[in-house]
């Protein structure tokens, strides 16, 4: 873990809420149990650690007002803070990566999940768990969902959607490795998206005939770790099936996954019988050769690891509101909908 302090990245990773927050909450708080060791990890940095933050524009904005000494100290604990965020992506990914090394993965090999029953994609059926509202809670543990991209909350708003009634019941969902405290010192968080999906125009996907698809690059209101979006809708059969892949640029690939949506539309029914959310990770080497082509080509390079499903007969309406809820703050995608 680089040297990091093993009681910090504990805690840090099964923080729920996030270190933006929890690292400044930490340092400034001298009656938090941890305050004292996250203290004499500030003090081990060296000046020339924080001389990036120190030229960062939207660091000094921030913190504008503060002496030399403070601005100092407030850069130091947000160098921390990147430093602890990148190493529990990182290791995430790599625990993910190398689930089916093991027959209960983490977190599955915890003591309040040993009667739960993991699929072959390693997830674990929602209704398994109290999900009405909030976090998902069993046996006096809660626990999180992988998240899609970096951000611990990206997973709010299409568990939201999962947890409806009707969804609940057959959604299966992955969960994270390392979100997982005891109820009572996990934070729950409530969030309002401030746009929703809209209905596609379904007279063209419904009488399709050949292959159509889409790459979008990211605007000025989409995250800044994506390199582009491709999107296809591939007839086969009676069967439509869409494949949406939100690809991360190259200084990101060790960090996080790309987001990838899969599901199938049966348009003599006008229903989807099968819907998925997965993360894919790529190597330096394979995303090379991903970023050389588009999602329809790939075929399977890369290691996928599903975060949800969806099995069964599902309106329309489930399938608009899921797209921009799991791609959250990639505004390709919502735009598309929205056409």
């Given at each position: 873990?680089?040297?990091?302090?093993?009681?910090?990245?504990?805690?840090?990773?099964?923080?729920p809420?996030?270190?933006?927050?929890?690292?400044?909450?930490?340092?400034?708080?001298i009656?938090?149990?941890?305050?004292?060791?996250?203290?004499?990890?500030?003090?081990l940095?060296?000046?020339?650690?924080?001389?990036?933050?120190?030229?960062?524009?939207?660091?000094?904005?921030l913190?504008?007002?503060l002496?030399?000494?403070?601005?100092?100290?407030e850069?130091?604990?947000?160098?921390?803070?990147?430093?602890?965020?990148?190493?529990?992506?990182?290791?995430?990914?790599?625990?993910?990566?190398?689930?089916?090394?093991?027959?209960?993965?983490?977190?599955?090999?915890?003591?309040?999940?040993?009667?739960l029953?993991?699929?072959?994609?390693?997830?674990?059926?929602?209704?398994?768990?109290?999900?009405?509202?909030?976090?998902?809670?069993?046996?006096?543990?809660t626990?999180?969902?992988?998240?899609?991209?970096?951000?611990?909350?990206?997973?709010?708003?299409?568990?939201?959607?999962?947890?409806?009634?009707?969804?609940?019941?057959?959604?299966?969902?992955?969960?994270?490795?390392?979100?997982?405290?005891?109820?009572?010192?996990?934070?729950?968080?409530?969030?309002r998206a401030?746009?929703?999906?809209?209905?596609?125009?379904?007279?063209r996907?419904?009488?399709?005939?050949?292959?159509e698809?889409?790459r979008?690059?990211?605007?000025?209101?989409?995250?800044?770790?994506?390199?582009?979006?491709?999107?296809?809708?591939?007839?086969?059969?009676?069967?439509?099936?869409?494949?949406?892949?939100?690809?991360?640029?190259?200084?990101?690939?060790?960090?996080?996954?790309?987001?990838?949506?899969?599901?199938?539309?049966?348009?003599?029914?006008?229903?989807?019988r099968?819907?998925?959310?997965?993360?894919?990770?790529?190597?330096s080497?394979e995303?090379?050769?991903?970023?050389?082509?588009?999602?329809?080509?790939?075929?399977?390079?890369?290691?996928?690891?599903?975060?949800?499903?969806?099995?069964?007969?599902?309106?329309?309406?489930?399938?608009?509101?899921?797209?921009?809820?799991?791609?959250?703050?990639?505004?390709?995608?919502?735009k598309?909908?929205?056409?």
């Amino acid at each position: 873990m680089n040297n990091l302090n093993k009681e910090l990245f504990e805690f840090f990773s099964s923080d729920p809420v996030g270190l933006l927050f929890t690292v400044q909450e930490i340092a400034h708080n001298i009656d938090h149990p941890l305050h004292e060791r996250l203290q004499n990890e500030l003090l081990l940095l060296d000046k020339t650690c924080i001389d990036e933050i120190l030229e960062d524009k939207n660091f000094i904005t921030l913190n504008s007002g503060l002496d030399k000494n403070l601005l100092e100290n407030e850069a130091r604990i947000e160098f921390l803070r990147r430093m602890y965020d990148k190493e529990i992506l990182r290791q995430k990914c790599i625990n993910l990566k190398e689930q089916n090394k093991f027959e209960r993965p983490t977190p599955y090999n915890h003591k309040s999940l040993s009667d739960l029953t993991i699929d072959e994609d390693y997830l674990v059926s929602l209704s398994a768990f109290f999900n009405r509202y909030g976090p998902l809670k069993r046996n006096g543990f809660t626990f999180g969902v992988v998240p899609p991209v970096s951000s611990v909350n990206s997973a709010y708003w299409f568990m939201e959607i999962l947890k409806r009634p009707g969804l609940s019941e057959v959604a299966k969902i992955r969960l994270d490795p390392f979100l997982i405290r005891e109820e009572k010192y996990f934070r729950n968080m409530e969030y309002r998206a401030w746009w929703y999906g809209v209905p596609l125009n379904w007279k063209r996907i419904i009488n399709l005939k050949q292959d159509e698809h889409r790459r979008a690059g990211p605007d000025d209101n989409t995250r800044k770790d994506i390199a582009y979006t491709d999107l296809v809708w591939s007839p086969r059969g009676d069967e439509i099936h869409f494949i949406c892949e939100e690809v991360p640029s190259d200084n990101y690939i060790n960090l996080r996954g790309s987001r990838y949506f899969h599901a199938i539309y049966l348009p003599k029914r006008d229903i989807f019988r099968h819907i998925d959310g997965a993360l894919r990770i790529y190597s330096s080497d394979e995303w090379q050769r991903r970023r050389n082509d588009h999602v329809r080509n790939i075929g399977k390079i890369g290691k996928r690891i599903k975060i949800f499903k969806l099995d069964g007969d599902f309106p329309r309406e489930v399938f608009c509101d899921l797209i921009p809820a799991f791609f959250v703050w990639n505004n390709d995608i919502y735009k598309y909908i929205k056409e």
